[in-house]
Nanobody, 126 residues
Framework: VQLQASGGGRVQAGGSLRLSCALSGRTFSDYAAAWFRQPPGKEREIVAALSVSGSETYYVDSVKGRFTISRDNAENTVNLQADNLKPEDTAVYYC????????????????????RGQGTLVTVSS
């Protein structure tokens, strides 16, 4: 199982980016998924999480109303649409996947995810 995150870059405040996480070797729709981020000099934190069923999501308060996590089953990816970006969103973003106990499960702790990918850097300038 290999996860590959992409889509990071440098944008000005107020701009948008679409991050994509591709899963190879497995069907991503069978996995609960999440995006984490690690700002410079800070600890890694959960950004958003999504259940297998898609009916349950979680967003950290700081991104609610600005970020959207979703699946693209045709592309076998989980995506993070990040709008109205702020300088404090600057971080390395990581995706993660886990086999859930139930299709509605959403996991918010990094230790709950068995599979984690390399990060993609998002830089937001003011």
């Amino acid at each position: 199982v290999q996860l590959q995150a992409s889509g990071g870059g440098r944008v000005q405040a107020g701009g948008s980016l679409r991050l994509s996480c591709a899963l190879s070797g497995r069907t991503f729709s069978d996995y609960a998924a999440a995006w984490f981020r690690q700002p410079p000099g800070k600890e890694r934190e959960i950004v958003a999480a999504l259940s297998v069923s898609g009916s349950e999501t979680y967003y950290v308060d700081s991104v609610k109303g600005r970020f959207t996590i979703s699946r693209d089953n045709a592309e076998n990816t989980v995506n993070l649409q990040a709008d109205n970006l702020k300088p404090e969103d600057t971080a390395v973003y990581y995706c993660a996947a886990a086999i859930p106990s139930y299709s509605s499960d959403v996991y918010v702790r990094e230790g709950q995810y068995a599979y984690r990918g390399q990060g993609t850097l998002v830089t937001v300038s003011s």
